[in-house]
Structures are given as C-alpha cells and as structure tokens.
C-alpha cells in the first residue's frame, strides 16, 4: 500500500515553456503533498507543500509564481514550472503521507527535468 | 526552522564492516525520524524510522538510536554487503511538523 506515482519520469523542454508534472496517490488520499527538489549529488530540498483544496505553501526563496502548485483532488497534486530556465534542470519529487496512522512518507519515483 | 546536519558526507567500509551514520536536528519539538537510502535515478525508500518516544529500534541488520537530550539520532548498519552501497538521508519535521527536512546524505560505499 501507500503508493506515489509520478509523472513524466523525464522530460526535456525548450527554454521559456512550461512543464508540468503530476503526483497521484494511487491506493490512499492524500490532503497533503510535499514537493522537493534534488541537484546532482545534492539533498532534498522541500519546495512547498500542496494542500488539497486550498493555496499551496512555499518554502523561503522558492518563487510561487514560477512553480505552480494545484492540488485539486485528494489524489492528485501537480507542479507546473513556468518559463523553465537552463537552472531549473533538476530531479523533482513529490510525496505523500501515508495513510492515517502512518508517520511514514512515500516518494514519487521522481521527474528528471532537462530544459535546454 | 528545522536543520538537520548529517554526517558523514562519504563513508567507504569493507563488506562485513558496520557503518554509522549521525545526524543532529535543532528543534526540540521534532518527534519523528525516518531514515532513507536512495539509490542512483531512483526516489528515496524508507528503510527505517523511530519516534521519540523510545530510544532504539532494530530491523535485521539496521538499527536507529535517538538521544532527544541531545537531539541527536544515528543510523548503524552492521554486516554492510555491497547492496548497502547507496546514499542515505536522515530527515526529521519542520517546525509546522508536516513536511520532513533532509540531511545533506551520506553516500555509503561497501567494497568486497
């Protein structure tokens, strides 16, 4: 149980146009998804947390406006990166909390971002 | 907000070895820490996790340690086989304690 899917796995894109990428919980709901970003070697850093129904919340420095967060279902969360740069190429990973009872997180498998 | 420091950043051991991994947290009010190992293009999987309310947990060869005094809490594999080869993340909550915030990782090689 407690599955994230995530898609595209990957995706590359033209400089200045959009992509989005969605998180679906597949066998729980989910009010709340957490989206991170991963640079080569690097850590998770939480982006913002999606709220079912309801604005997403961003962490320190992340530009709400360039990554755009909807979460209108209880299962599905999407993350939209608007006017992508050459510098938003990353790993992008969602996840979920498990199901009630569960302190567990379970990640999407994650979208490599290329944008060229 | 929550930090939370990881170390060490690599740790090369020879198979059959043990291998400890610590991190460190600064809120006090964090009550729950899951440890992740991620392999290379892959998510992260949980491999285990403790709540504060106790102070050890084993799981075959893994096992977590937590000190809430110091707020400090450790990963220790023993008997590392070269499949343990991945990097691990320690993480603990945010101060609002909904998201989870990442240590830097530890990229863990175990040589035969």
């Known amino acids: 149980g407690a599955v994230v899917s995530q898609h595209p796995s990957r995706v590359i894109c033209k400089s200045g146009t959009s992509v989005k990428i969605e998180c679906r919980s597949l066998?729980?709901?989910?009010?709340?998804m957490f989206w991170y970003r991963q640079f080569p070697k690097q850590s998770l850093m939480l982006m913002a947390t999606?709220?079912?129904?309801?604005?997403?919340?961003?962490e320190q420095g992340v530009e709400k406006d360039k990554f755009l967060i909807n979460h209108a279902s209880l299962t599905l969360s999407t993350l939209t990166v608007t006017s992508a740069h050459p510098e938003d190429s990353s790993f992008y990973i969602c996840?979920?909390?498990?199901?009630?009872?569960?302190?567990?997180?379970?990640f999407g498998s994650g979208t490599r971002l290329t944008v060229v | 907000g929550e930090n939370v420091e990881q170390h060490p950043s690599t740790l090369s051991v020879q198979e059959g070895d043990s291998a400890v991994i610590k991190c460190t947290y600064s809120?006090?009010?964090?009550?729950?820490f899951p440890w992740y190992k991620q392999e290379l293009g892959k998510r992260p999987q949980l491999i285990i996790d403790?709540?504060?309310?106790?102070g050890e947990k084993k799981d075959q060869r893994i096992a977590v340690t937590l000190n809430k005094t110091a707020k400090h809490f450790s990963l220790h594999i023993t008997e590392t086989q070269p499949e343990d080869s991945a990097v691990y993340f320690c993480a603990a909550f945010n101060q609002a304690g909904t998201a989870l915030i990442f240590g830097k990782g530890t990229t863990l090689s175990v040589s035969s």
């Open positions: 403790i709540r504060s309310n106790v």
């Open positions: 066998d729980f709901q989910a009010t709340t």
């Open positions: 996840s979920a909390r498990g199901p009630t009872g569960l302190l567990g997180y379970t």
């Open positions: 809120d006090s009010a964090s009550n729950y």
């Open positions: 999606s709220n079912e129904g309801s604005k997403a919340t961003y």
